[in-house]
């Protein structure tokens, strides 16, 4: 209890220079206080919404995460030159003649955002805009200006990517149908080029070449038969034997005729033309019965109808003469075409394997061109991923800074601290003794008994 009673009346010894210490601190965290310029603060929230239209019936082709988005568009915001455009339009700055490096950091100390998940788990962000100034309407103005630049920064960019994407894509689908023209192109420049040579007319060529081989061989046949007949018809004649002759011809006719029969039908080509040949004898024996020799000039062999005979030969002979060379040119053209067709299947068929993934590439891209209409479609009616104004920017009522009376309470309590510590150094200083406690610590020795300092009317 003495103890507390001592310090009491130090405290109370000392309470003048308590007082006018805490007035003169507090009195000069007034001061500070008033002389501070008030700043207002304007702030407003912006909420990353999700698409308006269902995923699954049409989606944006911006693909982007909401707050990478908004960091991005942060950054074009407080970037130095918006910032500068910022102050321009404001005038935020009162100090003239600053560089624009030192502008740009002034206003970016006075404005600020902050972007931050709505919830665990969720994609929507939200971004608080704050903007400080010496003025509320100011600060609001300022605050609604940063907020339309996100709107609009935010609207450039989506609506730009989109745009480019769809550009983009436009432009594939322009290369890969020239590439598809030229590859139809290239097929039908091939084809024409290799019209007898393809793989589609290879089981046609083969039938006709097996044909000309069998067309061939009987003209051939027929040719040295013509000849053998020739031979005999001269010798025959020579002998004067018209008649037997003629009837000769007409039995190896009819016999080879009775030959083909059996293998051949009556529509065969070889059938065809001994029936002609059995005809023209029969007709030549009844023509040599009712003709007049002895008006007839002697011509040839003599005979007239052993010349008649010739001259037929002949002419048939002349025809498979000619036919021969047209038979082996063909057949020449078709072997050629028809050991170039295996190249030429491979070729076409790689072609067409290329027109194909061509194709296939093109079917693809006019699908990505149709889902970047869709999604530019979306960006610009604002009906995909978008930014919305949660709370506007208002005018406030009060100004965040200073904070006056935080101010005057720190320079009540800082006179206050003051003052006890000056207390204190004053008593250790000081050197009194004032207590037995006091006497023992300044002389080391035990005092029997201390007589107190007795106030007295003189001492008043």
């Known amino acids: 209890?003495?103890?507390?009673?001592?310090?009491?009346?130090?405290?109370?010894?000392?309470?003048?220079?308590?007082?006018?210490?805490?007035?003169?601190?507090?009195?000069?965290?007034?001061?500070?206080?008033?002389?501070?310029?008030?700043?207002?603060?304007?702030?407003?929230?912006?909420?990353?919404?999700?698409?308006?239209?269902?995923?699954?019936?049409?989606?944006?082709?911006?693909?982007?995460?909401?707050?990478?988005?908004?960091?991005?568009?942060?950054?074009?915001?407080?970037?130095?030159?918006?910032?500068?455009?910022?102050?321009?339009?404001?005038?935020?700055?009162?100090?003239?003649?600053?560089?624009?490096?030192?502008?740009?950091?002034?206003?970016?100390?006075?404005?600020?955002?902050r972007s931050a998940v709505a919830a665990v788990g969720d994609l929507n962000v939200i971004t608080t805009v704050s903007a400080n100034a010496a003025t509320a309407e100011k600060a609001a103005e300022i605050a609604q200006d940063i907020v339309d630049q996100i709107m609009t920064e935010s609207t450039r960019q989506r609506t730009q990517v989109a745009s480019s994407t769809l550009s983009f894509i436009q432009a594939e689908v322009e290369r890969l149908s020239e590439e598809l023209e030229q590859r139809g192109k290239a097929i039908m420049d091939f084809k024409i080029e290799n019209a007898g040579a393809l793989p589609e007319g290879l089981e046609y060529r083969e039938n006709r070449r097996s044909a000309l081989q069998t067309d061939l061989i009987n003209a051939r046949s027929s040719l040295e038969a013509l000849e053998e007949q020739e031979r005999s018809i001269q010798a025959l004649a020579q002998t004067g034997a018209d008649g037997d002759v003629l009837q000769?011809?007409?039995?190896?006719?009819?016999?080879?005729?009775?030959?083909?029969?059996?293998?051949?039908?009556?529509?065969?080509?070889?059938?065809?033309?001994?029936?002609?040949?059995?005809?023209?004898?029969?007709?030549?024996?009844?023509?040599?019965?009712?003709?007049?020799?002895?008006?007839?000039?002697?011509?040839?062999?003599?005979?007239?109808?052993?010349?008649m005979q010739l001259a037929d030969l002949n002419q048939r002979r002349r025809a498979l003469e000619e036919r021969i060379p047209v038979l082996n040119a063909e057949l020449e053209e078709l072997t050629k075409a028809i050991e170039a067709t295996p190249a030429n299947a491979t070729a076409l068929a790689a072609m067409e394997r290329e027109l194909e993934a061509a194709q296939s590439r093109y079917d693809s891209a006019r699908a990505r061109l149709v889902l970047a209409q869709s999604g530019e479609r979306l960006e610009m009616s604002d009906q995909a991923q978008r930014i919305t104004v949660l709370e506007s920017p208002s005018v406030p009522s009060w100004p965040s800074k200073p904070n006056r009376k935080l101010i005057v309470a720190a320079g009540l309590a800082g006179g206050l601290g003051l003052a006890g510590g000056l207390i204190v150094l004053l008593e250790l200083l000081g050197g009194r003794v004032r207590r037995s406690s006091d006497l023992v610590q300044a002389l080391e020795i035990t005092p029997i008994v201390t007589i107190p300092l007795l106030p007295s009317k003189a001492r008043g």
Request: proline share 5%; glycine share 4%; aromatic share 2%.
């Open 248 to 307: 000769t011809q007409l039995d190896n006719i009819r016999a080879e005729l009775s030959a083909a029969r059996l293998v051949f039908s009556e529509t065969n080509p070889r059938v065809t033309r001994l029936v002609r040949q059995e005809e023209q004898i029969v007709e030549r024996i009844r023509a040599a019965a009712a003709a007049e020799p002895a008006d007839q000039p002697a011509q040839g062999t003599g005979n007239v109808i052993a010349d």
């Open 1 to 113: 209890m003495s103890e507390a009673r001592f310090y009491l009346k130090i405290l109370l010894r000392r309470l003048p220079l308590v007082i006018l210490i805490v007035i003169a601190t507090t009195g000069a965290a007034v001061l500070y206080a008033l002389s501070l310029p008030r700043t207002f603060t304007s702030s407003a929230r912006l909420l990353v919404e999700a698409p308006q239209v269902t995923e699954g019936l049409s989606s944006s082709t911006v693909r982007t995460v909401p707050l990478a988005m908004m960091n991005t568009v942060q950054q074009k915001v407080m970037a130095r030159d918006s910032l500068l455009a910022l102050e321009q339009r404001h005038d935020m700055v009162d100090v003239p003649g600053l560089p624009e490096e030192e502008v740009a950091g002034l206003v970016a100390s006075s404005v600020s955002m």
